[in-house]
C-alpha cells in the first residue's frame, strides 16, 4: 500500500508539474511586423560588348579582338578595376543567307564578345558609357541599378518589423484585457532583396533614371500573454 501511495502522489505531482507548460502554450499571440526602407541605389551593372562579322571565323575573331581591345582599354581608363570586368558571353556562329531555297548558303560568321561591368560609383555610369561606345561597343543588353549596402539596410527593416510586431501584439493584448510577456519564437520572412530593375539600350548616349529601391523585412513574433 505504501508502494501504491507515493506512485500515485508522483502521478499527482508530474501532472501539476506538466500543467502550467500546457496552459503557456496556450496563452500565446502570434502576429506578423513588417517595415520598409527607400534607398536610391548607389551602384550599377551594366552590359556591353562588341559583335563583329566577316567572310570567315579568323577574320571576325581578329576584328573582333582588337575591337575589344579598345573598348576594354577604355573601360579602365575610365577608372573601372579589373575585378569589376568580366567576360560574360563569347560566341562564334555561322551566318547563312535567309532567302536562298534549298542548300543553305553560308555568308560569313559573327562574333560576339560580352563584358559585364559593376560601377560603384554611379555618377559615373554616363561617362564610362560613352566611353566604351567611342572605343567601339556596338551591344548593350542590359543595365541594372543596384544597393551596394543592402545588408545594413535590411538590418534597419528588421529592428522596425520587430517593433511593429510588438506594437500589433500589444494592441492585441490590451483588447482582450491582458499583457503581453516574453518573446517565444521569432521567424523571418520575405526578406529577400528587392528585383533589380532591367532596361534594354541601344549603343549610343542615352539618359539613365536609377529611381528607388524598396527593401522589405518581414517577421512572425510569439509572445506569451499574461494576466
Avoid at 1 to 26: E, G, N, R, Y
Avoid at 98 to 117: D, E, H, K, S
Avoid at 129 to 139: F, K, P, S, V, Y
Amino acid at each position: 500500500m505504501k508502494i501504491s501511495s507515493t506512485l500515485i502522489c508522483t502521478f499527482i505531482v508530474a501532472a501539476a508539474l506538466a500543467a502550467p507548460s500546457a496552459q503557456a502554450a496556450d496563452r500565446l499571440v502570434t502576429v506578423t511586423g513588417e517595415a520598409t526602407v527607400a534607398v536610391a541605389p548607389d551602384a550599377a551593372i551594366i552590359r556591353i560588348g562588341v559583335t563583329s562579322s566577316a567572310k570567315t571565323a579568323r577574320e571576325a575573331s581578329d576584328a573582333n579582338a582588337q575591337q575589344m581591345t579598345g573598348v576594354l582599354a577604355a573601360i579602365k581608363d575610365a577608372g573601372i578595376a579589373d575585378r569589376d570586368v568580366q567576360t560574360s558571353r563569347l560566341s562564334l556562329q555561322p551566318q547563312y543567307d535567309p532567302n536562298r531555297a534549298g542548300a543553305a548558303r553560308l555568308l560569313g560568321f559573327q562574333v560576339t564578345n560580352q563584358l559585364t561591368i559593376k560601377i560603384r560609383d554611379i555618377d559615373k555610369l554616363p561617362g564610362i558609357l560613352d566611353r566604351a561606345i567611342g572605343a567601339g561597343a556596338n551591344e548593350m543588353s542590359g543595365l541594372e541599378f543596384i544597393v551596394s549596402e543592402q545588408s545594413k539596410l535590411l538590418d534597419q527593416a528588421r529592428d522596425e518589423a520587430i517593433a511593429d510586431a510588438r506594437r500589433k501584439a500589444e494592441r492585441y493584448a490590451k483588447a482582450a484585457g491582458i499583457k503581453v510577456g516574453h518573446v517565444m519564437s521569432i521567424a523571418e520572412e520575405g526578406s529577400s532583396p528587392p528585383p533589380r530593375l532591367m532596361q534594354a539600350m541601344r549603343a549610343g548616349a542615352a539618359p539613365v533614371a536609377p529611381g528607388e529601391q524598396i527593401l522589405r523585412a518581414a517577421v512572425t513574433v510569439s509572445y506569451e500573454l499574461t494576466p
